[in-house]
């Protein structure tokens, strides 16, 4: 399984710590860790299992999502 990873985070306190003058010890360099190229998603069955479980037992976080911003348009 392929996951990303991307410090963000960590990379705006360093920002922050930089634009006051301080110093940032022990993080090293984390720009690094950052992407050059988009990664390809991986197929995962059991995750795919897993939502299509989840739709059955009626969660739906896109419908949730959209109630808890108040689109949800009813007949």
């Not at 190229?37 to 299509?52: F, R, T």
Request: aromatic fraction near 6%; hydrophobic fraction near 40%; charge should be negative.
């Amino acid at each position: 399984m392929n996951w990303q990873f991307t410090p963000y985070a960590a990379l705006m306190l360093l920002t922050l710590r930089a634009h006051h003058g301080l110093e940032n010890p022990g993080f090293g360099n984390l720009t690094s860790l950052l992407l050059t190229q988009p990664v390809a998603p991986q197929k995962d069955d059991v995750l795919e299992q897993l939502v299509a479980k989840l739709h059955e037992q009626g969660f739906d976080e896109l419908l949730q999502h959209r109630e808890s911003l108040g689109t949800v348009v009813r007949s």
